[in-house]
């Protein structure tokens, strides 16, 4: 138990389907994180957001929306998905925005796009 | 061309025996984080090694951080089943972003 914890666990959804990733974490922490970990590629930073505002999109396709409505949640908005998008989608976060910040993750989410 | 190599990609051993696996980059990191995640859960954070030639130790894990800091090593001495997993090194790079290895996978047989 990390502190950071993921919903749903796991989800099959269609292409056309519109869905939300939840996180929470219960650290305190200032800083949280989307990541993208596909079977054949490194682990891949998705949105980062420091204290409620978002500081770093790497270039992610808009068919994902982050959303920080405070500093211990963290969703993430699926809609018209490619089968491409299924991965494992992890959430994490720090105290500070700084990558050298120890991150703790979340267990993720496992989608699966049909 | 990843910035962050791992080798080997998969390790299979019986429990008991050392081993080593391997995190090598042609450029500079400030420092180098190592992760351990196990399967329906996400990376665990082992160590952070910082300095040129550092040698940390957790228990039967040995971290080292090479002199020019390009490259770190983890090894494991009398491999048990609860050390199955993958194993990430991760950095900090040019202060905006994180990268991460594709790691090695290491599965200890009983």
């Known amino acids: 138990e990390t502190g950071v914890t993921q919903t749903p666990r796991h989800l099959v959804m269609g292409m056309t389907n519109k869905k939300s990733l939840k996180c929470e974490q219960h650290?305190?922490?200032?800083?949280m994180y989307w990541y993208k970990q596909s079977a054949k590629k490194p682990l891949e930073l998705m949105f980062v957001?420091?204290?409620?505002?978002?500081?770093e999109n790497n270039s992610v396709p808009s068919r994902f929306s982050p959303e920080c409505p405070n500093s211990s949640h963290l969703f993430l908005h699926l809609h018209t998905l490619q089968p491409e998008d299924s991965a494992l989608y992890l959430c994490?976060?720090?105290?500070?925005?700084?990558?050298?910040?120890?991150?703790?993750f979340g267990p993720g989410t496992r989608l699966t796009v049909l | 061309t990843q910035l962050l190599e791992q080798s080997p990609q998969f390790l299979s051993i019986q429990e008991g025996e050392n081993l080593t696996v391997y995190c090598n980059s042609s450029?500079?990191?400030?420092?180098l984080q190592w992760y351990r995640q196990e399967p329906g859960e996400g990376p665990v954070l082992l160590v952070t090694?910082?300095?040129?030639?550092e040698v940390k130790k957790l228990k039967r894990l040995t971290f080292q951080f090479g002199d020019a800091r390009k490259d770190s090593s983890l090894h494991i001495t009398a491999a048990q089943p609860g050390d199955t997993g993958l194993y990430l090194c991760?950095?900090?790079?040019?202060?905006?972003?994180?990268?991460f290895g594709k790691g090695t996978r290491l599965h200890i047989l009983p």
């Open positions: 994490a976060s720090s105290q500070g925005g700084s990558f050298t910040d120890t991150q703790y």
């Open positions: 650290l305190g922490h200032n800083a």
């Open positions: 957001y420091s204290l409620e505002e978002r500081v």
């Open positions: 450029s500079v990191f400030s420092s």
């Open positions: 090694v910082v300095t040129g030639g």
């Open positions: 991760a950095g900090p790079f040019r202060d905006d972003k994180i990268i």
